[in-house]
């Protein structure tokens, strides 16, 4: 069985970026893909982005095109994500969730998430 | 948010419960499929119904979704206070070209 382990927990400043890592075991990293799912503190679950490695394919959540990059390295199994221009409503619960690879319509694996707090 | 769940719903041990998700022409409406998850308190979400009415393997048989038209439902029997957490609907939406979540729908065992 799979498990995503994360990176830990950051604090940034505004204006500063982050990049979260997500670590891949006991699966096949190539056959799937990785989105990237944020949850604000006491709210709903939002959608980044994803990388669809073997598809050669980076979609991006309209709200945040320009300010995320979604990137795989396939050597070490690890996805990552840098959000860039933090603002302090960025502080969230940022998870990575793997792509089911039959159709990449949901996520049958997750990360157990990195707080990342943006303050001054 | 995108597809629409109530706040919360609430149950006595044992009872049946539903949890509904209202979408749009252009993500369940559209053909696109629902899947469920469920967030118990201080944990990542974790895949509870996939494919409209499809359990992966762990996930007991109390756990059942059904889909028509724009929208889907997750039924729990024999409800337990170990299903106590937050419940997300999910699809994906054409006009968008993107994943989309339900607001989450906070389940209480009375």
């Known amino acids: 069985q799979v498990q995503m382990v994360q990176s830990g927990a950051e604090v940034k400043k505004p204006g500063s970026s982050v990049k979260v890592s997500c670590k891949a075991a006991?699966?096949?990293?190539?056959?799937?893909?990785f989105s990237w799912v944020r949850q604000a503190p006491g709210q709903g679950l939002e959608w980044m982005g994803r990388?669809?490695?073997?598809?050669?394919?980076?979609n991006f959540a309209q709200k945040f095109q320009g300010r995320v990059t979604i990137t795989a390295d396939e050597s070490t199994s690890t996805a990552y994500m840098e959000l860039s221009s933090l603002r302090s409503d960025d502080t969230a619960m940022y998870y990575c969730?793997?792509?089911?690879?039959?159709?990449?319509?949901?996520?049958?694996?997750w990360g157990q998430g990195a707080l990342v707090t943006v303050s001054s | 948010s995108v597809l629409t769940q109530p706040p919360s719903v609430s149950g006595a041990p044992g009872q049946r419960v539903t949890i509904s998700c209202t979408g749009s022409?252009?993500?369940?409406?559209?053909?696109?499929?629902v899947h469920w998850y469920l967030q118990l308190p201080g944990t990542a979400p974790k895949l509870l119904i996939y494919?409209?009415?499809n359990r992966p393997s762990g996930v007991p048989d109390r756990f059942s979704g059904s889909k028509s038209g724009t929208s889907a439902s997750l039924a729990i029997t024999g409800l337990q206070a170990e299903d106590e957490g937050d419940y997300y609907c999910?699809?994906?939406?054409?006009?968008?070209?993107?994943?989309?979540f339900g607001g989450g729908t906070k389940l209480t065992v009375l």
């Open positions: 022409s252009s993500n369940i409406g559209a053909g696109y499929d």
């Open positions: 999910q699809s994906y939406d054409s006009s968008l070209s993107e994943y989309v």
């Open positions: 006991g699966g096949s990293f190539n056959n799937y893909g």
């Open positions: 969730a793997r792509l089911h690879n039959s159709g990449w319509l949901f996520f049958d694996s």
């Open positions: 494919g409209n009415n």
């Open positions: 990388i669809i490695p073997i598809l050669d394919v980076k």
